[in-house]
């Protein structure tokens, strides 16, 4: 069974920093691409950022861009996402999420998400 | 990165065919064959159900259908059921990102 659990997420102060990672199984997780997808409260799915299973490409919505980095072990199973810079706008449900090649937007896997909520 | 527009809600009663629209450009909707449909639960994370315009995964119902033309994407539910009472969002490849739709409430009456 395709499992992936985020974690990590969390209360942190505008300006701050928050790490969240994304445990995958039950699929061959370096062979798919991997992307992050946020939720705010009560709004709409906004792409974050992908990268691809090998080649390490990566790709930025330009709300996060230069602000957040995403990154992946695939000895670990594991996909990350470093958010610097964190803006009250940042304050979203966080979903990990596969696709079988980059940036099809084919997202087949979803974890269940994380709560990030940045608030002084 | 301008999010692709969809209706805010949509209804039909159970049997019937409700058809919810994803507009976009030539930049993104347009330009590439690359449209996915996610269904949505309160509190769940997103399901696809629609991938490459009309092409469904493994375990989605044929009453769910996917077509596009030109820089409009559609999904059709057809025989309404009221399980299928969620939230619904288009995606797009857009070059180099994903767009998503505004989100159609789908209701059962």
């Known amino acids: 069974e395709v499992q992936l659990v985020e974690s990590g997420g969390g209360l942190v102060k505008p300006g701050g920093s928050l790490r969240l990672s994304c445990a995958a199984s039950g699929f061959i997780f370096s062979t798919y691409s991997m992307n992050w997808v946020r939720q705010a409260p009560g709004k709409g799915l906004e792409w974050v950022s992908s990268?691809?299973?090998?080649?390490?490409?990566?790709y930025y919505a330009d709300s996060v861009k230069g602000r957040f980095t995403i990154s992946r072990d695939n000895a670990k199973n594991s996909l990350y996402l470093q958010m610097n810079t964190l803006r009250a706008e940042d304050t979203a449900v966080y979903y990990c999420?596969?696709?079988?090649?980059?940036?099809?937007?084919?997202?087949?896997?979803w974890g269940q998400g994380i709560l990030v909520t940045v608030s002084s | 990165q301008s999010a692709l527009t969809q209706p805010p809600s949509a209804s039909g009663s159970p049997g019937q065919s409700v058809t919810i629209s994803c507009t976009g450009t030539?930049?993104?909707?347009?330009?590439?064959?690359?449209v996915s449909w996610y269904q949505q639960h309160p509190g769940k994370a997103p399901k696809l159900m629609i991938y490459e315009v009309s092409k469904r995964p493994s375990g989605v119902p044929d009453r769910f259908s996917g077509s596009k033309s030109g820089n409009t994407a559609s999904l059709t539910v057809s025989g309404l059921q009221a399980e299928d009472e969620a939230d619904y969002y288009c995606?797009?490849?857009?070059?180099?990102?994903?767009?998503f739709g505004t989100g159609t409430k789908v209701t059962v009456l």
């Open positions: 995606s797009s490849y857009a070059g180099s990102n994903i767009v």
């Open positions: 030539s930049s993104d909707v347009g330009g590439y064959n690359y």
């Open positions: 990268i691809s299973s090998r080649t390490g490409y990566v």
């Open positions: 999420a596969s696709d079988s090649d980059i940036l099809t937007g084919t997202f087949d896997y």
